[in-house]
């Protein structure tokens, strides 16, 4: 019996061809294999993988494959319930990219042919992913993570762009920045073999040459991004004002704030790759861009904040200003969030934010203000229905929405590390539950899951692109990942699955640990991080 | 040591004076007592209760007295969070009406006097607790019941009304209808002893002198009221039309359609009470009146429908028209979900559908209805914003809000008492968890608490003013709760705990039971209800 199917999405009419079931009679379960190249690989992956097999093996070796990669985190303690969450979680994490390899070909939309190649990842929304499921899978599967980065390559080679958004039907014009960048940067950062020149081409083109516009693919540039290239800011429209920019897509509009922080911190990123590749006067460049989102800090509201093609200040309600989801100046959230995307620079932000404390009150500001418009309470429906992706509130912390991720974690760059463990063991009761309710926000193929499976470990990748992680608190007694040569890498929280949340002391190996943060290497070399914790918050 | 503390609520000012706090330092723990009669009486329930007490024998003594209170039902199996959660439900349910006697005498705002009794129940809000917390109180500890409905009584005699929402201040503006009777039908219905003879006197005056207006308290009649009590429904705008009537409450608009059907209902609980008075006449008009429900139904579109003052109807969209909260015709609620408020009639409601399919069909579309304007889907997030009380949901249906409480049971009056147990036990374990995002809706001072209780016992009174119960599906695998003369009513339901949910058979002292419906009596005289549960629908 042989079944054609409609495939399910977009390809050229020419491959449409290639998507067959070729099902098998077993008490009545219909198996099929599917393939991008050929009717006839489909025929050939049937017999590799699934001819002969009963539902019983199949679901057998299913869950052997997938006992082996949850197992690469091993915990201690916790209720069903949160390990149920954890390794949800960590399942999750692991679902994208996809490698759609055929043994020894595969069919790629960058340039709409089969090549021959062990492996073909893509899928991928890297907006959301190079935060935290880029750094995980990394940590975890290094060398996945290469074959990962190789796929990026070979998509930029096929097709000319280095993608931001790379589907299994080419790349998608979704959300903003080029944070491949941020991704290879990262790579590169912990040690990585890869081939970064090639990389570094296609993400100097990202930079230089493409549209900063939010969720357009591959355009040239406008005056907009003169203007950020030579002025330093993404600069933005004044209510009400008529955009003249054809290429700025109707509800997504200009996120001009958003587009200028995040463009910021992709530019450090290629300062690092070039840096790397011992390309002098490109480091510079983009060094002196990686300050850009200074331009968009307005030292009298202590806010990121929009400005217009002539420099001024549009003045705005840092809650509640730029229409649906904040779209006119920043993506989704509103600047009570998005002030903290500057992950390449958190000092220089806490210097212009005015040190330390201010830093402290200003978070705390953050975890704890109601919406207030014109002086008056908001209700919660209101604010979803302006910031509809803001949920999983704390204050205005959204941790429904990536942007949010690594705000907590910094705490610890102005010495309150036990106000991060604070808000993090709430944020992880609260918004992370097996109730059918689950998890806050959206998944965002892994994002979501992958903060949490860092977050339950204990420590967190604030700035991709730098070896290091700042500690949280862990949500299990102890948690073992695999470190090199076969060792492992183990902490030890003794109380922290019955809630004890506040680190009093923490030794790294044996030695006092006096800093919340850990190396790449620390962690990569393997040994164990002893965490005392406590009831009550201690300085340590 | 001495503390005076402004008092958090409105009283008139000569009564500010009789709010002190006696404390007394013992471990760092303040004690003080309140009382609303006098600064010396405060004294003396300083001395009665808590002088001579450390924090220690107090706390044993509260834990004691909660013990006894939510000991009145017993459960079996069940997880913990379950526990948690329905026990929690439990004591809500019983955290109000608050007695404000104090020792022989009380205060009342009704007529600003201090007046010599033992209690005096206050704070209740009526609209939402008429449905199940008074019930569920009335059957687990009647003599608490009759008290508070003498409390009703006195708060009638001492200010001409029978209040809505009596408040400690004074009956408040707050939602429709004059549910007071409802409160006193059931309690007839299910043999209480009480002046009903007084309590009717009240709640006539509310049904005939009395504006049926939302939020408006104690007002004379307009010319809405007599088109209601002339033509039987009452008026609604058309969209964009001007108000006329200055009364209506600015946000809270008209409500028409709402005002017409819960009107309609407790007409029919005050034609309960006028038989029950032997007053034959008002019996004849008020059960005339019960009928006026079906003025509102339009069988064209098969909804509850407004009318303007012509009696046209008012073409609207149902699941979207009526401003915020559907106020112009619906209290913060569609028509999808208000069309089933009728609970005295429900036979009527069934034949005007079209008969036990076109019900169930009616009922399934409720339970799995997005959202669409204009044939155009409507996210989330636009849904509550325009009904921001209209969470918890499923479908059109609002776990959240009280008018959907009963509408899960209405599948037992169509025959399929299963497809009531299949969503009872998914709004269950979704909408109730004992994790931090709690249960849904608002608590409404024990109306969502005891809708739970009641629905983890397995069993919902629909009608308030019918001494019956619809079956649901318990939570539990036993549950057992007190009876007339010392005796147990015992409900044994084993495997329900384990996710059991569907009733294959009934059987009542031994005997088979063939309708999902229990009479109170069945329940008041003791005995025990087995139900074999299943993981199958049945019929039985």
Chains 1, 2 share one sequence.
Not at 208 to 234: D, H, I, K, N
Not at 517 to 531: A, D, K, P, V
Request: glycine share 10%.
């Amino acid at each position: 019996m042989r079944l054609h199917l409609d495939c399910p999405f977009e390809l050229s009419q020419s491959r449409k061809d290639c998507l067959i079931l070729s099902p098998q009679r077993s008490s009545f379960v219909l198996s099929g294999a599917l393939s991008f190249v050929s009717f006839n690989k489909a025929g050939e992956i049937f017999q590799k993988e699934l001819a002969g097999n009963s539902f019983q093996s199949l679901w057998t070796r299913a869950k052997e494959i997938w006992n082996r990669q949850l197992g690469l985190v091993r915990v201690t303690g916790g209720r069903e319930g949160q390990l149920r969450t954890f390794y949800t979680a960590l399942y999750r994490s692991f679902q994208r990219m996809v490698n759609y390899g055929e043994y020894g070909e595969y069919f790629s939309a960058y340039d709409n042919r089969v090549h021959k190649g062990s492996f073909f990842y893509t899928n991928d929304h890297i907006w959301d992913t190079f935060r935290c499921m880029h750094p995980l899978q990394l940590l975890l599967e290094p060398g996945r993570q290469q074959d990962i980065l190789e796929s990026y390559n070979l998509m930029y080679r096929q097709s000319g762009l280095m993608p931001s958004c790379p589907n299994v039907g080419g790349d998608l014009p979704v959300m903003i920045g080029f944070h491949a960048a941020a991704v290879f940067a990262d790579a590169y950062a912990k040690g990585l073999q890869a081939d970064y020149a090639t990389a570094y081409e296609g993400i100097r083109k990202n930079a230089m040459e493409q549209s900063m516009l939010p969720w357009v693919c591959g355009a040239g540039l406008t005056e907009l991004e003169t203007c950020y290239q030579e002025r330093g800011f993404f600069p933005a429209l004044h209510p009400g004002q008529k955009e003249w920019i054809d290429l700025v897509h109707q509800r997504e509009r200009r996120q001009s704030v958003s587009v200028t922080l995040e463009h910021s911190y992709d530019d450090w990123c290629a300062a690092q790759l070039a840096a790397a590749l011992g390309k002098k006067e490109d480091q510079a460049l983009f060094l002196r861009r990686a300050d850009y989102w200074k331009n968009v800090y307005n030292p009298d509201t202590r806010f990121m904040a929009p400005r217009d093609q002539n420099g001024e200040w549009i003045p705005f309600d840092p809650m509640w200003s730029g229409g649906k989801g904040g779209r006119d100046y920043f993506t989704e959230n509103n600047t009570y969030v998005y002030t903290w995307s500057v992950f390449h620079d958190v000092e220089g932000l806490k210097n212009l934010l005015g040190g330390d404390q201010a830093m402290e009150d200003r978070l705390d500001r953050l975890f704890t203000e109601g919406v207030r418009v014109n002086g008056r309470n908001v209700h919660k429906y209101g604010y979803f229905n302006q910031y509809a992706d803001a949920t999983g509130l704390m204050g205005q912390f959204a941790m429904g929405n990536e942007p949010s991720f690594h705000i907590p974690y910094l705490y610890n760059y102005c010495k309150k590390p036990w106000k991060a463990q604070k808000r993090l063991r709430d944020l992880m009761d609260i918004w992370f539950s097996d109730s059918p309710t689950g998890i806050c926000g959206d998944e965002d193929g892994g994002a979501m899951s992958s903060f949490f499976v860092f977050s339950a470990m204990g420590f967190y990748p604030v700035c991709p692109g730098k070896p290091e992680y700042a500690l949280g608190t862990p949500l299990f007694d102890q948690i073992e990942i695999p470190a090199s040569g076969g060792s492992r890498f183990t902490i030890k929280a003794p109380g922290a699955a019955e809630g004890l949340r506040y680190i009093q002391e923490a030794r790294l190996n044996g030695e006092k640990l006096t800093r919340p943060f850990l190396s790449h290497q620390e962690i990569t070399r393997g040994g164990t991080l002893e965490l005392q914790m406590g009831k009550r918050p201690r300085d340590w």
